[in-house]
């Protein structure tokens, strides 16, 4: 049951990091297009930087989790190389429990000014008057999939742990 509910997470992070992939190419899409549409129309789609800000956004947070998942972020391991392997492994647990800690609470605060954001009907300052909830749900979903992750290898490193 438990590796299967890991299986599930690890395979919605990689749904995320193809979804941060896609948004990559759209923004890549959008530049040439306003790059097209300047050179030989003298003309603006008037919206390509905003909505490849939104972009970036989602990338970085559909690909947090599939990163995580492939460990891709920044480990310092100068110190924890030289402990026991005991040691390191409690380490890793403790550090991914503190992670956690910080996803529960970026995920509140961040579910909380996306909820503040769609009732107050808070718009782009921009052409398109975007309604801001809708970009900053990527926020969100990024989140929710990144501490899903954070979960799974916290379960990852209880199941492989020799004091079970």
């Known amino acids: ?43 603006s789609t008037l919206v390509a ?8 956004v989602a990338v970085v947070f559909f690909g947090m989790a599939w990163t995580l998942r492939t460990d891709g972020h920044i480990r310092i391991g100068l110190l924890t190389s030289r402990l026991p392997e005991g040691w390191q ?8 429990l503190f992670v956690l800690a910080f996803c529960l609470y970026f ?21 398109a008057e975007t309604p801001l909830w809708i970009p900053q749900l990527s926020m969100l979903a990024g989140l929710v999939l990144l501490t899903l992750q954070v979960c799974a290898e916290i379960l990852r490193r209880l199941l492989s742990s020799p004091t079970r």
């Open 1 to 43: 049951m438990i590796r299967t509910l890991i299986r599930w997470t690890d395979t919605c992070s990689r749904w995320g990091g193809y979804l941060s992939a896609a948004s990559m190419l759209v923004i890549v899409g959008l530049i040439t297009v306003e790059i097209v549409l300047r050179t030989l129309l003298k003309t």
């Open 49 to 56: 930087d905003e909505y490849s800000g939104y972009l970036m």
């Open 89 to 96: 492994k409690a380490l890793d647990l403790l550090a991914h």
């Open 107 to 127: 995920l509140m605060h961040t579910g909380l000014m996306v909820e503040d954001t769609r009732a107050l009907d808070m718009r782009a300052d921009s052409i």
